[in-house]
């Protein structure tokens, strides 16, 4: 983690300008003084583009919080809420006196506590349904009965572990609540570092300031998931990254790569490498080789334990390192913002960091070539809030996108290309097995995003389960491999009225009408739903979006009294207009919303 | 000494260094409550790498006293 002073980021907080960045509210319910964890919170946030505004409930008022005791703490305004809940301050029998405790007096404390753990989640719950992030339970580093916990199933230690799972399950229930794992932060810092006592005694402060930069970077690892804003690709230097040595000089056996020191060192960076490939980041090379050099070591090094097919694209050459990471972001077609690039030349990491300051920069220190595991595994920008399956297959199906765009050039035309990839389509509508990619769709894409309106699971489900919404998404399949859940549109109903709340479409699939022959089948189904003249279609413009300005526009929609005071953009579409699908394209289109009888499921 | 303990005071209370002496005090700089103490502790810590005890920091309540604190620790 960052080593920074609070001096240093108070500094770098007064001197940057954060009123151009969006507000996030965070209110922070905590039964301990928590005060001094805002500035890091606000220093975490400015480092993805948030304005955050930091609110405190009352000290040791989490219950009365929860359900409503200050005004303005919890409303529909708050983006993210911080519970801390520390048992010394809720139970201090459980936390300090434990071996006083009978077995009975023991359980009745753990069902207080689970019934409070109800109320005030669901106390919080009539009032935003906002992310919670809920601290766990501490485990305490010398527990009540010494070395005989380890031997009992009923001692302190066992009495936490039970709590936290509780909190976890109830946690689990709720479709935008997490655990975060205070024990993480204090198993890395160690207890000396984690805790101030002087400030615990003095003032019920238990945390250091290195802890609570450790806690405010654990709660935005979640934040950034669910923003959207965690990374998808890693790129790769190679020599000196993935082994010791320069290939290119010390040849094949000369590099060093093994289970031995210091080999051994790279062969666990490559474990953490395939750790993240496994969780759906995409690998890409970057590096100064002969590339022939390079996959030489891919084939032939006994303790290489990443292929050549765990690799998406490459970019293996002498020229600048700017250019080529510009060039694997167009060849994946994702953003510059999503690559984390890797390497150990500090002339490399400045080059990049000044030219393409959006590129995520992590620098290998060469005297430390020991920690270069932790260091990838410590930085937590791929997290993601949940897995999907189109996650595992990631890697794949961005390999399946570059290969298509080398099979472009072999047409004349478009139109014959189209055909060739021999696309299958399938639009349905949300269910379970959907909802965990169309929260995530809906999270993280930029660039072909109408409204950019990100929702969480419990959002798509509401929508999902109203008369007054539908949920809709768009599968893909083509001869280069299934591409998964592709797209997602959100149709809200008001009077007469059918409104695209939100329609996006996975940067993955540009470029091949998809999305005409998606709106198409939204607009048939709004036809069909019978109640509607007229469907809205809204442009709020971002950063990323330029491209889809006009989309509503190129495909029958007219726009409606250009407002002068709102970049906003309004577009409408009378249902009874004839529609013009393209879809001799298509080797199959599979519109099953517009199939059954009733429209949903 | 007593600059750089005024500047540090001055930045963790909001307050500019001409308004600060040796005499400032929660009494008399009003942004200096007890959570910002706690931050000027640690801020003082940062910057003069020293390691107060809980009972100097309940007393370190005026600049002068927290200049002479430091004085004991701080090896000039």
């Known amino acids: ?126 009032q935003t349904a906002a992310l919670v992030l809920w601290h766990g339970f501490e485990l305490p580093v010398y527990p009540a009965f010494g070395i005989l916990e380890s031997q009992k199933s009923n001692g302190q230690l066992a009495t ?53 930069l450790d806690i405010a970077s654990e709660e935005f690892k979640f934040i950034r998931a669910l923003k959207g804003k965690n990374k998808k690709c890693l790129a790769l230097d190679c020599d000196n990254v993935l082994w010791g040595g320069i290939v290119g000089e010390d040849g094949l056996s000369g590099i060093k790569l093994g289970k031995t020191y210091p ?15 496994n969780r759906g ?34 970019q293996i050459n002498w020229r600048d390192k700017a250019t080529n990471l510009k060039q694997i972001a167009w060849d994946l077609n994702i953003a510059l913002d999503s690559i984390v690039f890797v390497d150990d030349s500090e002339f490399e990491v400045n080059l990049i960091r000044k030219c393409v300051p959006e590129v995520e920069v992590i620098h290998m220190p060469p005297a430390r070539t020991e920690e270069f595991g ?101 599968r893909l399949k083509d001869i280069f491999g299934d591409s998964g859940i592709v797209g997602v549109c959100i149709l809200k109903y008001e009077d007469e009225k059918a409104i695209f709340d939100t329609f996006l479409l996975s940067c993955r699939v540009l470029g091949r009408c998809i999305e ?59 249902v009874e207009t004839k529609l013009k699908p393209k879809s001799s394209f298509f080797k199959k289109i599979n519109a099953r919303i517009n199939q059954s009888e009733k429209g949903k499921r | 000494m007593k600059n750089r303990v005024i500047k540090v005071v001055s930045g963790i209370m909001d307050t500019p260094i001409e308004k600060l002496d040796e005499e400032s005090s929660p009494d008399t700089v009003e942004k200096w409550d007890s959570i910002r103490h706690m931050n000027l502790i640690l801020a003082l810590e940062e910057e003069f790498g020293v390691c107060f005890s809980g009972e100097e920091i309940v007393e370190m309540l005026n600049v002068q006293i927290i200049i002479e604190t430091l004085r004991e620790k701080v090896v000039q």
């Open chain 1, 263 to 277: 080999g051994s060192a790279y062969y666990e960076f490559q474990q953490e490498v395939l750790n993240l490939h």
């Open chain 1, 374 to 474: 932790n260091i990838l595994a410590s930085c937590g920008l791929f997290d993601t809030l949940a897995l999907s399956s189109e996650d595992k297959k990631r890697g794949v199906m961005y390999k399946a996108e570059a290969a298509r765009k080398k099979f472009l050039t072999q047409f004349a035309d478009l139109e014959s290309y189209y055909k060739s990839l021999e696309m299958e389509i399938d639009i349905g509508f949300a269910d379970e097995f959907s909802i965990p990619r169309i929260a995530q769709l809906s999270q993280k894409t930029n660039q072909f995003n109408l409204t950019t309106r990100r929702y969480s699971e419990a959002d798509i489900w509401t929508f999902s389960n109203s008369d007054k919404s539908d949920v809709i998404y768009i």
């Open chain 1, 1 to 126: 983690m960052i080593g920074l002073s609070l001096s240093e980021i108070q500094e770098y907080l007064s001197r940057s300008d954060l009123s151009k960045f969006p507000e996030f509210q965070v209110s922070v319910l905590r039964n301990i003084m928590l005060e001094p964890i805002e500035p890091y919170l606000r220093y975490m946030a400015y480092q993805i583009g948030l304005n955050a505004q930091v609110k405190f409930g009352g000290y040791d008022n989490v219950f009365q919080d929860a359900v409503g005791g200050k005004d303005d703490l919890l409303s529909k305004n708050t983006d993210c809420i911080l519970v801390f809940t520390k048992l010394d301050t809720l139970s201090s029998g459980l936390a300090r006196n434990f071996t006083a405790l009978s077995a009975s007096e023991i359980q009745a404390e753990i069902d207080r506590i689970k019934d409070y753990i109800t109320n005030v989640l669901s106390g919080i719950r009539k």
């Open chain 1, 281 to 314: 980041v995409i690998l890409a090379l970057c590096s100064r080789n002969n590339e022939e050099d390079v996959w030489e070591v891919f084939k032939k090094h006994p303790d290489m334990l990443i292929k050549q097919d765990h690799i998406t694209t490459t």
């Open chain 1, 160 to 212: 936490i572990n039970n709590l936290n799972e509780f909190l976890k399950s109830k946690l689990n229930d709720d479709k935008n609540a997490y655990f975060v794992d205070l024990n993480l932060s204090l198993v890395r810092l160690g207890a000396n570092r984690f805790y101030d006592s002087r400030y615990w005694h003095i003032g019920r402060a238990p945390f250091t300031r290195e802890a609570l």
């Open chain 1, 516 to 574: 005409e022959v998606f709106l198409v089948e939204t607009l048939k189904l709004v036809k069909k739903r019978g109640a509607y003249k007229v469907a809205i279609g809204e442009y709020y413009p971002t950063r990323k979006n330029s491209q889809v300005e006009l989309f509503y526009k190129n495909n029958g929609f007219e726009e409606v009294e250009p407002d002068r005071k709102t970049t906003t953009k309004k577009f409408q579409y009378n």
